[in-house]
């Protein structure tokens, strides 16, 4: 089963590419991604991989965390699920004249 990894202080340089790079030393990476700004497409400093077993995906985390990358050190950790986000309410106030 695919285990998501976080992974944190990237060099606004770092690509798919290199961090899939780094990733595949340690074991099968089915995804590796960098954050982009929406608007300028400019990386964001963060980015998510995706090893193909929870064992790999341990061994990046004990292997790789505070290692450097593109000159700077990286964290690297669970990803955590994503949240649901609200929905519907525009924040508006409620009438108080019932």
Do not use: W
């Not at 944190?8 to 770092?14: H, I, P, Q």
């Amino acid at each position: 089963m695919a285990s998501k990894l976080y992974v944190g202080g990237l060099s606004y340089d770092t690509t798919d590419d290199t961090l899939r790079a780094l990733f595949e030393t340690i074991g099968v990476v089915e995804s590796a991604a960098v954050a982009k700004d929406r608007d300028s497409g400019r990386a964001r400093g963060f980015g998510f991989v995706e090893m193909a077993t929870g064992a790999e995906a341990s061994k990046a985390i004990s292997d790789l965390n505070g290692k450097e990358l593109d000159g700077r050190t990286i964290t690297v950790d669970k990803a955590n699920p994503p949240q649901q986000r609200g929905g519907g309410s525009y924040g508006g106030r409620r009438d108080s004249r019932r």
